[in-house]
């Protein structure tokens, strides 16, 4: 049978001309799928292809155990890794060591040993390059149904950890691959030794690099976890402040008869300095504090005055335009967190700047929910949504919680910061609604 199997394949090969390097390319796109899947691959084209051709080229690559083809992959995959990705740079590292493992094990013990198969000596060069794309099909396959839709987010300590424990398998896969180099054809122990060598690092490579992999896929779902629980707790926050809101109101209304009463028996007795007293009373009740609407929806009402006060207490300028029906598609908890982390971080922001002026745009237009906040910043943005400057999280955890709410729904989320200013827009799917705007 693997006789038959070999003599079909070296007949399709020389049947297929030029295109005796598919195998090789389809290798390349189940190593750059795995990539993308751990790694947020640089969006302009000429990076996702230079990266493509490298792992097609890497995949492609003879590697036997004494030879020096690895040292000369390494640099240009790494290369490739480091240039084409972007994110944190100790999780680009870890991640091109563990993917550089993978594929240079698994063509080291594919080039090393595949020839020792007896009934597959005469058709060595053609069941190399199909076990190729086969062993990475399969990797590929292992992973894809627990792929994360987004890139890992692990806290740098995370990243450094694995760029740590990645560095072991990359290690010892030199070692067994490059040092016995030119020595193992001094004798015939020192190549029986050589092989023995590489037949039991090898695996311990592969498998190392297979379990980081699911490592960094663990340890993203706990970061996930605790993120929801976090983003759970701050939208309950914002709601549990527009409900004492809504409470001190209903208790207003509830009272006002009783006040009403109160006030007539004082009048009755002439005592209308006392009637004036129990006014301003409930004139500064925080019930009495609200200003003017800022558009139908009451969750975003209530939220936006409430903002629009504490701007002007701390002497910064509200220019909002808000367009909001009252019957909108979105949690009143995530609309909440939405509008407030938005203002939140515009408010520490601007308040450091010259500039004190906020712009919040916000409205519901032909299916989708939009808003737009700009505001001064005296840094920069990076690519990461994290601020450059230390020690400022300000446009931190709040981004991630309205990115994951604004992804959640289905939209996106963007927010950059060049030139001192720093911009927010967030849109997402809604069915379509009437408003009137009120600004």
């Known amino acids: 049978m693997p006789e038959l199997i070999a003599d079909w394949l070296g007949t399709f090969v020389r049947h297929l001309g030029w295109a005796w390097t598919l195998p090789l390319f389809i290798s390349g796109l189940f190593i750059y799928k795995t990539c993308s899947a751990f790694l947020a691959v640089k969006p302009r084209r000429a990076c996702r292809a230079a990266l493509y051709l490298v792992f097609s080229g890497s995949t492609g690559m003879i590697i036997w155990v004494g030879d020096n083809n ?24 870890a991640l091109a060591s563990i993917l550089f493992c993978l594929v240079m094990s ?54 450094s950890l694995t760029a740590v424990l990645a560095a072991m398998p990359l290690c010892a896969l030199t070692a067994v691959v490059v040092i016995p180099y030119g020595a193992k054809y001094d004798s015939a122990a020192a190549l029986s030794l050589t092989l023995s060598l590489g037949l039991a690092v090898l695996p311990f490579v592969f498998l190392t690099a297979l379990a980081l992999l699911a490592a960094v896929l663990v340890l993203d779902g706990h970061e996930r976890l605790e993120l929801s629980g976090r983003l759970a707790e701050q939208r309950e926050s914002y709601y549990q402040t527009l409900r004492r809101q809504e409470q001190q109101v209903r ?56 903002k629009r006060e504490e701007l002007g207490r701390l002497g910064l300028t509200a220019d909002f335009s808000v367009c909001l029906p009252e019957p909108l598609p979105i949690a009143d908890t995530d609309l909440c967190a939405l509008l ?70 289905g939209g996106s989320l963007e927010a ?21 705007p009120h600004t």
């Open 70 to 93: 690895l040292l000369l992959t390494l640099p240009f995959f790494f290369a490739a890794v480091m240039l084409c990705t972007r994110g944190n740079l100790l999780g680009r590292l």
């Open 106 to 159: 698994v063509c080291a013990m594919i080039d090393t040993y595949l020839g020792s198969v007896h009934n597959l000596r005469e058709h060595y060069d053609h069941a190399t390059r199909f076990m190729r794309p086969a062993a990475f099909g399969l990797i590929y396959l292992l992973f894809r149904r627990r792929l994360p839709e987004s890139p890992p987010q692990l806290p740098p300590r995370l990243w």
């Open 251 to 306: 208790t207003l209304r509830h009272d006002l008869r009783n006040h009403i009463t109160a006030l007539r028996g004082l009048l009755e007795r002439g005592e209308t300095g006392k009637a004036i007293g129990y006014l301003e009373q409930i004139a500064g009740s925080p019930a009495m504090a609200g200003g003017a609407r800022v558009c139908e929806n009451e969750t975003a009402n209530v939220v936006l005055s409430a």
């Open 340 to 409: 407030g982390n938005a203002l939140d971080n515009a408010m520490e922001a601007a308040s450091r700047c010259r500039d004190r002026k906020i712009t919040l745009r916000c409205r519901v237009d032909k299916g989708l929910f939009m808003l737009r906040v700009e505001n001064a910043v005296d840094w920069e943005l990076q690519d990461s949504l994290q601020t450059t400057k230390p020690g400022r999280g300000e446009h931190g955890f709040g981004l991630a919680c309205m990115r994951e709410i604004a992804q959640r729904g």
């Open 416 to 436: 950059r910061a060049t030139g001192g200013r720093f911009e927010l827009i967030a849109c997402i799917p809604v069915p379509d609604s009437p408003a009137r």
